[in-house]
């Protein structure tokens, strides 16, 4: 059995550290700083080496081809049934992608994926990923003209949120995820961020 004044010893220190722990909690949260997370910080060349991997996976890339026509499978073969862009990314008159695709994923593998506004980028703002190498997509990516004119705090939101990004953790039946697990993904765009997405060629 503990004695009393022993009891009151260690809870009193419990307490102590409850309290040093709620006050660096609060600390860190309102200097603005990212929540506490699992994985190290990355300099931006290293974020975005692991940003471009999972931007040149299947899930990313098959919506984000260099042609007209989507990519479908771990092969990234052409799209069936000549399913094409068409004027605002949502299809052609008559193949529209939301004639298809609903807003979530059908229970068997080879029905068509979903996610809400299940579309291709716009003729007008392709967005290529297909074929860029590392420099080339990085310079595309934070180059306002080329990503739809979004600030980096906006890019890395729709990289944290999107649901059409967000479907590629979660494909339905038959379909691999992307290969890159969500949270590593994550880190990389608050720290390519947090290094002003910095790119290959910047240093030289
Ligand atoms: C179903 C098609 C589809 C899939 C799948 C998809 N995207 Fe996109 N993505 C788009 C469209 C369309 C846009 C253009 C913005 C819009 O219209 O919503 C876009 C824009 C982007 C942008 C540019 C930011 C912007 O808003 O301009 C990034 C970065 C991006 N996607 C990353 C990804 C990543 C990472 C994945 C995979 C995890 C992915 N996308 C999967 C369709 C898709
Ligand atoms: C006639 C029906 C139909 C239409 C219209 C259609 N799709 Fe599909 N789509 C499918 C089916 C079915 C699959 C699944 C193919 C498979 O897994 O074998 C698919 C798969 C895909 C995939 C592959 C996902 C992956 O990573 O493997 C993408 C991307 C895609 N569609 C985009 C689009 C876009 C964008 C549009 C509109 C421009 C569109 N689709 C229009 C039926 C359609």
């Known amino acids: ?19 040093v722990t ?7 949260s309102s200097s603005g700083d990212a929540p506490a997370r ?22 990313c890339l098959n919506c984000h081809p260099a042609g007209d026509t989507p990519l479908v499978g771990d092969e ?22 939301d004639t298809c695709h609903q807003d979530r994923n059908l229970s068997d593998a ?17 967005l290529i990923f297909e074929g860029r190498d590392k420099s080339a997509l990085c310079e595309q990516l934070r180059d306002p003209a080329r990503n739809g004119r979004k600030s980096p705090a906006q890019l890395a939101e729709h990289m ?12 339905g ?15 990389a765009v ?4 947090a290094g002003d997405c910095g790119c290959p060629d910047d240093d030289g």
């Not at 940003?51 to 996976?57: A, G, H, N």
């Not at 029905?111 to 392709?126: S, V």
């Not at 944290?160 to 494909?171: C, F, I, R, S, T």
């Not at 608050?190 to 961020?193: A, K, N």
């Open 110 to 126: 080879h029905l068509p994926p979903g996610a809400p506004n299940w579309h291709l980028p716009h003729p007008a703002l392709p």
């Open 160 to 171: 944290l949120h999107d649901p059409l990004v967000l479907w590629g953790w979660d494909p």
């Open 38 to 59: 699992d994985t190290p910080r990355l300099s931006a060349s290293a974020a975005w080496d692991v940003i471009y991997d999972v931007l040149q996976s299947p899930r």
């Open 190 to 193: 608050e720290d390519w961020v």
């Open 173 to 187: 039946p038959g379909r691999a995820a992307v290969p890159i697990p969500r949270e590593v993904f994550d880190a």
């Open 1 to 19: 059995m503990i004695p009393a004044p022993k009891i009151l010893v260690r809870v009193t220190a419990a307490l102590l550290v409850l309290g």
């Open 22 to 28: 709620a006050f660096v909690a609060a600390c860190a």
């Open 76 to 97: 990234s073969l052409p799209h069936p049934q000549n399913v094409r862009r068409g004027p605002n990314g949502s299809g052609v008159f008559g193949m529209r992608c």
